[in-house]
Nanobody, 115 residues
Framework: QVQLVESGGGLVQAGGSLRLSCAASGNIFRINTMGWYRRAPGKQRELVATITRDGFKNYADSVKGRFTISRDNMKDTVYLQMNSLNPEDTAVYYC?????????WGRGTQVTVSS
């Protein structure tokens, strides 16, 4: 079983930055892909970014050049640095981990960008 705890959400003005963190815990060994998804009000959950254990990164087109995903394998933690935020980035952000062919989700952290 994998537990995920997210932190770093909040309220920021347009053009600002936030950094999200997600720490995994439990009886785990060598997590595969870690990532972030988000669900905006009235919309379906969508991919934001993922990163493999070897460091291969994938981004949604809407965040390329503004968001950066990274991870610390020693700490089983994934980060999302979000720059140049705009109101369209307002959503609940969820951490996701692929471990032994199972998906695990965090409870989510709210990010609100004011115009």
């Amino acid at each position: 079983q994998v537990q995920l705890v997210e932190s770093g959400g909040g309220l920021v003005q347009a053009g600002g930055s936030l950094r999200l963190s997600c720490a995994a815990s439990g009886n785990i060994f060598r997590i595969n892909t870690m990532g972030w998804y988000r669900r905006a009000p009235g919309k379906q959950r969508e991919l934001v970014a993922t990163i493999t254990r070897d460091g291969f990164k994938n981004y949604a087109d809407s965040v390329k050049g503004r968001f950066t995903i990274s991870r610390d394998n020693m700490k089983d933690t994934v980060y999302l640095q979000m720059n140049s935020l705009n109101p369209e980035d307002t959503a609940v952000y969820y951490c996701n981990v692929d471990y032994r062919s199972q998906n695990y989700w965090g409870r989510g952290t709210q990010v609100t960008v004011s115009s």
